[in-house]
């Protein structure tokens, strides 16, 4: 069984999953240490592990995955990966960015893929047919918006909204206007993507992850075209990473 880490901005999600791709069981931390590493060995017949990670690792944790893995792999822009990686600063690229980008290349081989990743930040990757990662942007996330209108005025205050919240076209008091704001901001971000990649690749899918994607998932899904080809998928990341530990151990 393996082990996949995929440790973030504010949370740190983990998978145990088969070599063929089937998920056991997935876990999220507020906070990760050594001492939860131990515990999912204890309780699971864990062979193999990887972790990766946009913040710093903690040595400790870093270590009793050596040890206690019979193959362990550390993801950094070294790692040899499913696709081609054409970023021109590869030591620069998010590995949760890359790691999404394997994960839907697994769930859909020979089609172009757009990967938006709807976390602390808005990601829009894009990954061709031939399975080359051809690079992406990276946009300020819905929580940050939301904080930014905040600080940076005087009187707009802090908004917070329910995931599956049907957002309003117009806010009719400053609650929902800066909620339509933000929410609205990013849906159309999505699509525009999506619009401006139509006109420049024949047929394309479209995958969306990360925690805030249930925000925006029922604004940007209006149409029945929208609704067929954009695919929802929670743990795009770690299926990439357990496909990158497939990959190394071969």
């Known amino acids: 069984m393996n082990l996949c880490i995929d440790q973030g901005n504010s949370r740190t999600k983990v998978a145990l999953m088969t070599d063929e ?19 999912l060995f204890d309780l699971y017949d864990i062979t193999d592990s990887i972790i990766s990670s946009v913040v710093n ?4 944790i870093v270590n009793t995955l050596h040890r206690r893995s019979q193959h362990f792999v550390l993801f950094d822009h070294n790692t040899p990966v499913p696709i081609v990686n054409k970023y021109d600063t590869p030591q620069t690229l998010g590995q949760d960015r890359l790691a999404a980008a394997v994960g839907a290349k697994s769930l859909c081989p020979d089609e172009n893929l757009l990967i938006i990743d709807a976390g602390s930040a808005v990601t829009y990757d894009f990954v061709s047919a031939e399975g ?16 930014i ?5 005087k009187k707009l205050p802090i908004v917070e909204t329910e995931e599956n919240e049907l957002i309003p076209l117009f806010g009719k008091n400053t609650r929902d206007a800066i909620a339509a704001g933000v929410i609205r901001g990013v849906a159309y971000e999505v699509k525009g993507y999506m619009r401006t990649l139509s006109e420049k690749v024949p047929h394309f899918h479209t995958f969306l992850t990360g925690g805030n994607a249930p925000y925006i998932l029922n ?6 075209k929208e609704k067929r080809d954009i695919r929802f998928e929670k743990h795009l990341v770690l299926i990439g990473l357990n496909n990158i530990l497939v990959c190394n151990k071969k």
Do not use: C, D, Q, W
Not at 57 to 60: D, F, K, L, Q, R
């Open 21 to 39: 791709g089937k998920m056991i069981n997935h876990f999220i931390y507020k906070s990760f240490s050594s001492a939860e590493v131990e515990r």
């Open 57 to 60: 690792i903690e040595a400790a």
């Open 132 to 147: 080359e990662y051809l690079g992406g942007n990276i946009a300020p996330g819905i929580k940050m918006r939301f904080t």
């Open 149 to 153: 209108l905040n600080r940076m005025t």
């Open 219 to 224: 604004n940007v899904r209006n149409s029945r």
